[in-house]
């Protein structure tokens, strides 16, 4: 059994990369591990010729990783956009295992990202004993990818500061990186790119410069249009779940996961399915990916301390922890929502009884 509690994408699906590897016979760019038709098959699953079944691991448009892919096969870079929980990341990560076969060189942007953080560092031991020299130089994820011709990934750009983030520019436009202290610069090998996340929801956001902007397409990752897509995202990545934690629970029952995603996306959009009742939204995002959380958090419950079968008194506890952020405005809005919508639901009285006594 491993003890590894998640694996790099590249690592969870070796098998499917491996089948697709093999049956590719599309034009592959420089350092690309598959032709960019099979990444995208890799993204959005199908069967091969060979009857082998790549799952899919974005429900969604075609088109938007098609886009993606092409940029990543010019000299652009790729930022992914969009609100919290649209799968930016879970793209980003699976990009580059597709195109690299290597997702690791990866910068998680905060507040307290330095241009160190980006460029490069020093082991200021070394630095002391010898001076600036290549021994003393710490290569950054950016500097390896460069060097490698790899996909580097960037999480959450904007929430970099603004002159930290300009820091790219010289990186994007000319493909080379300046190390003034050793008169020398590593200059990007073919297969080099950059993939970066970003939204405009969170508090401490910074605005890209112009500048920066214009060295990135943008592709905007939507919420899932349908219902049922959202469903089948949630389902999916529960499975996932399961099979890693080896839970000793039963597979939640699809009309479970079917009141989580009703009551989020009715939330979201401020109005009921049936288009007949109009509501107030809370203030958080009520994306898929807590949507997912909620789901995982009552099958925990199930299986430690129920019957190991998810129930609404499970669930109950993550609803309201996702809905309401702001312990005034958002429970006024979660309370009118319940007495309004769930208590006039004949199937939900388990649902209305459970979230009722948790408030």
Same mark, same amino acid.
């Given at each position: 059994?491993?003890?590894?509690?998640?694996?790099?994408?590249?690592?969870?699906?070796?098998?499917?990369?491996?089948?697709?590897?093999?049956?590719?016979?599309?034009?592959?760019?420089?350092?690309?591990?598959?032709?960019?038709?099979?990444?995208?098959?890799?993204?959005?699953?199908?069967?091969?010729?060979?009857?082998?079944?790549?799952?899919?691991?974005?429900?969604?448009?075609?088109?938007?990783?098609?886009?993606?892919?092409?940029?990543?096969?010019?000299?652009?870079?790729?930022?992914?956009?969009?609100?919290?929980?649209?799968?930016?990341?879970?793209?980003?990560?699976?990009?580059?295992?597709?195109?690299?076969?290597?997702?690791?060189?990866?910068?998680?942007?905060?507040?307290?990202?330095?241009?160190?953080?980006?460029?490069?560092?020093?082991?200021?031991?070394?630095?002391?004993?010898?001076?600036?020299?290549?021994?003393?130089?710490?290569?950054?994820?950016?500097?390896?990818?460069?060097?490698?011709?790899?996909?580097?990934?960037?999480?959450?750009?904007?929430?970099?500061?603004?002159?930290?983030?300009?820091?790219?520019?010289?990186?994007?436009? %000319?493909?080379?990186?300046?190390?003034? /202290? =050793?008169?020398? *610069?590593?200059? +990007?090998?073919?297969?080099?790119?950059? &993939?970066? $996340?970003?939204?405009?929801?969170?508090?401490?956001?910074?605005?890209?410069?112009?500048?920066?902007?214009?060295?990135?397409?943008?592709?905007?990752?939507?919420?899932?249009?349908?219902?049922?897509?959202?469903?089948?995202?949630?389902?999916?990545?529960? %499975?996932?779940?399961?099979?890693?934690? /080896? =839970?000793?629970? *039963?597979?939640? +029952?699809?009309?479970?996961?079917?009141? &989580?995603? $009703?009551?989020?996306?009715?939330?979201?959009?401020?109005?009921?399915?049936?288009?007949?009742?109009?509501?107030?939204?809370?203030?958080?995002?009520?994306?898929?990916?807590?949507?997912?959380?909620?789901?995982?958090?009552?099958?925990?419950?199930?299986?430690?301390?129920?019957?190991?079968?998810?129930?609404?008194?499970?669930?109950?506890?993550?609803?309201?922890?996702?809905?309401?952020?702001?312990?005034?405005?958002?429970?006024?809005?979660?309370?009118?929502?319940?007495?309004?919508?769930?208590?006039?639901?004949?199937?939900?009285?388990?649902?209305?009884?459970?979230?009722?006594?948790?408030?």
């Amino acid at each position: 059994m491993s003890e590894i509690l998640r694996y790099h994408a590249e690592q969870l699906f070796a098998e499917e990369l491996e089948e697709l590897r093999k049956q590719d016979t599309g034009k592959k760019p420089h350092n690309w591990l598959l032709s960019p038709q099979s990444v995208v098959t890799y993204l959005v699953g199908g069967t091969l010729k060979n009857g082998f079944e790549v799952s899919a691991k974005y429900i969604g448009s075609r088109r938007l990783m098609e886009i993606a892919v092409a940029t990543l096969a010019t000299d652009r870079a790729l930022l992914l956009y969009g609100l919290p929980g649209t799968a930016k990341s879970w793209v980003s990560e699976h990009l580059a295992a597709a195109i690299s076969g290597d997702s690791t060189l990866i910068i998680q942007g905060t507040a307290g990202t330095s241009e160190e953080s980006i460029r490069y560092g020093w082991n200021y031991a070394r630095l002391l004993a010898e001076g600036p020299s290549p021994n003393a130089l710490v290569e950054t994820p950016v500097m390896r990818a460069m060097k490698d011709g790899k996909i580097a990934r960037i999480e959450e750009l904007t929430r970099i500061g603004a002159d930290v983030q300009d820091t790219l520019i010289t990186i994007l436009s %000319e493909k080379t990186m300046p190390i003034p /202290e =050793l008169n020398t *610069e590593v200059q +990007a090998s073919k297969g080099f790119n950059v &993939i970066a $996340t970003a939204n405009n929801r969170d508090k401490g956001v910074n605005e890209l410069s112009s500048a920066l902007k214009r060295r990135f397409n943008t592709v905007i990752l939507p919420v899932p249009e349908s219902m049922e897509e959202e469903i089948d995202i949630v389902r999916r990545r529960v %499975e996932g779940f399961e099979k890693v934690m /080896e =839970l000793p629970a *039963e597979k939640p +029952a699809l009309e479970e996961i079917r009141r &989580i995603v $009703t009551i989020f996306r009715e939330l979201r959009n401020g109005v009921t399915l049936d288009g007949k009742t109009k509501i107030k939204s809370p203030g958080g995002t009520l994306s898929t990916a807590e949507a997912i959380s909620v789901v995982n958090n009552g099958l925990t419950l199930a299986a430690y301390f129920g019957d190991g079968q998810l129930k609404a008194a499970d669930l109950a506890a993550g609803i309201i922890g996702a809905v309401v952020k702001d312990p005034v405005q958002d429970k006024l809005v979660w309370q009118e929502y319940l007495e309004t919508v769930v208590k006039t639901r004949d199937d939900w009285k388990d649902v209305y009884r459970a979230c009722r006594d948790l408030a």
